[in-house]
Nanobody, 126 residues
C-alpha cells in the first residue's frame, strides 16, 4: 500500500509561483509513474502532469505546458510540481497519484490511478 501526502499549496497572486510536493510512505514509489491532477468546484478531476517511473519522461496538459515542471527524487520518495506564471484558472485542489502498474511511463487518466493523496488547495488571486 502506498500513502501519498501533498503539501505546498496556498494562496498566491497571479503571476506568482508555488512548489507542490508529494511525499510517499508505506513503500517506495520508485517503480511507479506519478501524476498530478486537479479539481475545481463543480468540475471533473483533470490531468495536469506526469512523470515516468525512472524520471526519464514527462508529459503535461496543454494548459500548463511551459509553466509547470514535474520532477521526482526516488531516494527521498518524493515528487514535486513547480508551478510558475500562475493564473486564476489554475485555482483547484491538486492531487498526486500513483499508477496501478509498475514501470510505466505515465499516469494521465483517472482509470490508471491506484493511489491518491488527500489533495492540497491552490488559490490564485487576480
Amino acid at each position: 500500500q502506498v500513502q501519498l501526502v501533498e503539501s505546498g499549496g496556498g494562496l498566491v497572486q497571479a503571476g506568482g509561483s508555488l512548489r507542490l510536493s508529494c511525499a510517499a510512505s508505506g513503500r517506495t514509489i520508485s517503480p511507479y509513474a506519478i501524476g498530478w491532477f486537479r479539481q475545481s468546484p463543480g468540475k471533473e478531476r483533470d490531468f495536469v502532469a506526469t512523470i515516468s517511473w525512472n524520471g526519464g519522461r514527462e508529459n503535461y496538459a496543454n494548459s500548463v505546458k511551459g509553466r509547470f515542471t514535474i520532477s521526482r527524487d526516488n531516494a527521498k520518495n518524493t515528487v514535486n510540481l513547480q508551478m510558475n506564471s500562475l493564473n486564476p484558472e489554475d485555482t483547484a485542489v491538486y492531487y498526486c497519484a500513483a499508477g496501478s502498474r509498475l514501470y510505466t511511463s505515465s499516469v494521465s487518466s483517472l482509470s490508471e490511478v491506484a493511489y491518491w493523496g488527500q489533495g492540497t488547495q491552490v488559490t490564485v488571486s487576480s
